[in-house]
């Protein structure tokens, strides 16, 4: 499958380089347990496939959009779990404009 050129992980720096993007989209999820019947992944499975599908649409239609890579924060009392402190959530949202 070639790669898609709205999706970060799978393109290059030449073909990033060269594209004027106008908004990326970040999947929001947390790397945590999900009882004994779900993956620590779901999260990201889910937010990635519904991001990637959007930008897959909205690039049909003109927008030069991009998915980045997918951090999150899990619910309180999942350990282990790979996850962003809230304080950093908060940062990372206001640094690109979503959040005061």
């Known amino acids: 499958m070639p790669p898609r050129p709205y999706v970060l992980a799978e393109t290059n720096w030449k073909a990033v380089k060269s594209t004027p993007f ?3 989209i970040l999947p929001w999820g947390a790397t945590e347990p999900h009882n004994f ?9 889910e937010t990635s496939a519904l991001a990637e599908r959007s930008a897959e649409i909205a690039w049909k239609k ?3 959009v991009v998915v980045l890579s997918h951090f999150g924060r ?5 350990d282990p779990a790979l996850s962003l402190k809230p304080m950093v959530d908060r940062a990372c949202m206001a640094a690109h404009g979503q959040m005061e």
């Open 22 to 24: 106008e908004v990326a």
């Open 62 to 64: 003109g927008a030069k």
């Open 37 to 45: 019947h779900l993956p620590y992944g779901t999260d990201n499975y």
């Open 74 to 78: 899990p619910e309180k009392g999942f």
